[in-house]
């Protein structure tokens, strides 16, 4: 899917059910860069929202 390792990381804090503001935390970036980073990923991932995102990315097995 050519995803970057930090899109890898947001989106499995993101499939820990983690919002944009407790991923920024944890990451130690802006609410935006996580939301930019969102936005790309569900661009990569050709999905609509976060559930189809993470559905879709442990179907092809990106995350576990």
Avoid: C, F
């Avoid at 499995?12 to 860069?33: D, F, N, P, Q």
């Avoid at 990569?44 to 189809?52: A, I």
């Amino acid at each position: 899917m050519g995803l970057t390792p930090r899109e890898t990381e947001i989106l499995r804090w993101i499939s820990y059910g983690k919002t944009a503001s407790e991923i920024a935390l944890i990451v130690s970036v802006s609410e935006h860069t996580v939301n930019s980073h969102t936005a790309t990923i569900l661009k990569k991932l050709d999905v609509v929202n976060r559930t189809q995102m993470v559905a879709k990315a442990i179907r092809e097995q990106i995350i576990q």
